[in-house]
């Protein structure tokens, strides 16, 4: 069978809606088709900034960021040029030969963590795979097997990853790898503990002597989950379960995929405001602004466990992708986009919250910087999750020309978490789209 065009002849793309569709639901096997969160699809043709527009035209305010990984904006021209010229020169170097590009990207990340240590610098494709490896290397590390996790905590599909996870709809219905004990997630708003965090604290003893050997190899956080429906971890909780989890031998965890990169504003790693030092920090999706690279920053004496053996990732530290993380770094300093997404979230915030007070179905509002949620209920009083009324919500505001993720582990949450480029000027068209959206609750 013969599939190459004709010689000279450019690689067509059929960009009819009909042919889009038709292809992908042929082509793609099952377990990549699932993941399709409208009633009808949504197809992509470009974007420029906070914006995109669909094979039709339409044009749409991105309060997704692709699922956070465009986070300086669609196409923006200096990520672009640096992979332009990148490409130009040489598009892969594999690890086992040297290229100046990624060792200045693992640089300018390590300058990024928590001075008076010495961080080293593992790339990935992915951030589930870089959550592997950050379990690998902690039970290499501490020779122990036991890891907690959160629920509603989100680290990834892979094999690895989704043992970690606590969110159902990602653990599918094989034997999970063992030594995961997960504990109540810190959720101030509808918590099993309630609003208060000692008891979600105690609960990490309890599980530590009760669900482990006494010997952990460490726990895993999110210093806001983000699938899990934005849940921010109350000041103190990452520092007093790090306390917890290094009395018992373990190494402190914490997953900056989705909260990482100036995203909640007030500090370039979320978890900075409990002040702690984590021993390995897992990022990826808005390093590269949508060109696929992970990583795993840890301290060298942690990493220095897996130097017995041989851990590759084919197109890990691909200069490509390292160009662009470094031009990523670059824009969020040169731009102040962490102010931004302070100053904008923080409005944007403000007009949810009074969104709040003219729609009853709106049960929560919650986040930080350019990392925020509206949680719907059906009764104030007892919370039940109003998963039929977010649908039609949902559904709603692509009509009114916005993108949000619907999102939570009842799949009654609109999750906003836009590239840090959105504007002030944005802030008030979304809110009237989103008042219009919550009419039809």
């Not at 640089?107 to 990024?112: R, V």
């Not at 990602?170 to 208060?196: C, S």
């Not at 609109?414 to 789209?433: I, T």
Request: aromatic share 8%.
């Amino acid at each position: 069978m013969d599939i190459a065009p004709a010689a000279g002849a450019p690689l067509p793309v059929d960009w009819s809606t009909d042919g889009i569709v038709a292809r992908r639901d042929r082509y793609f096997a099952a377990s990549q088709r699932k993941f399709v969160p409208y009633e009808t699809p949504l197809i992509f043709r470009r974007g420029e900034m906070q914006y995109v527009w669909d094979e039709t035209g339409r044009k749409y305010t991105d309060l997704l960021g692709m699922n956070l990984c465009i986070s300086v904006g669609h196409a923006h021209p200096t990520v672009v040029a640096a992979v332009q010229a990148q490409v130009e020169q040489l598009t892969h170097c594999t690890t086992m030969f040297y290229h100046p590009v990624p060792a200045h990207l693992a640089q300018e990340l390590a300058a990024t963590m928590p001075v008076g240590h010495d961080w080293v610098v593992h790339f990935t494709n992915s951030g589930a795979e870089a959550i592997d490896l950050a379990l690998l290397m902690a039970r290499a590390h501490t020779g122990a097997i036991d890891m907690l996790s959160l629920r509603t905590s989100y680290h990834g599909a892979t094999f690895g990853a989704q043992a970690l996870t606590g969110i159902a709809g990602f653990r599918h219905n094989v034997p999970q790898l063992g030594g995961v004990t997960f504990l109540p997630e810190p959720n101030r708003y509808r918590g099993v503990f309630g609003a208060q965090m000692q008891p979600y604290l105690d609960e990490i003893d309890r599980a530590i002597r009760t669900s482990t050997s006494g010997r952990l190899a460490g726990m895993i956080v999110e210093p806001v989950q983000g699938y899990g429906g934005i849940v921010e971890m109350p000041p103190g909780y990452i520092a007093g379960a790090f306390e917890r989890v290094r009395a018992a031998g373990g190494l402190g965890i914490v997953d900056e995929v989705q909260s990482g990169f100036g995203r909640t504003g007030d500090h370039f790693w979320a978890f900075e405001a409990d002040g702690v030092v984590p021993d390995i920090v897992v990022m990826a999706k808005g390093i590269g602004n949508g060109i696929p690279l992970g990583a795993v920053v840890a301290r060298r004496e942690v990493a220095e466990s897996l130097a017995d053996k041989f851990v590759f990732h084919t197109y890990g530290a691909n200069p490509v992708a390292c160009a662009a993380g470094r031009a990523v770094l670059q824009v969020i300093r040169e731009e102040g986009l962490q102010a931004n997404a302070r100053a904008v979230g923080a409005a944007l915030k403000a007009g949810l919250v009074d969104l709040q007070r003219r729609h009853p179905v709106i049960g929560d509002v919650r986040g930080i910087g350019l990392m925020l949620a509206v949680e719907l209920v059906t009764d104030p009083v007892t919370k039940a999750p109003a998963t039929e009324a977010t649908a039609r919500v949902f559904e709603e505001t692509r009509r009114q020309g916005l993108v949000v993720s619907k999102s939570g582990p009842d799949r009654s949450v609109l999750r906003m978490v836009p590239p840090l480029c959105l504007s002030l000027a944005d802030v008030g068209p979304v809110l009237d789209a989103l008042d219009r959206s919550f009419a039809v609750a």
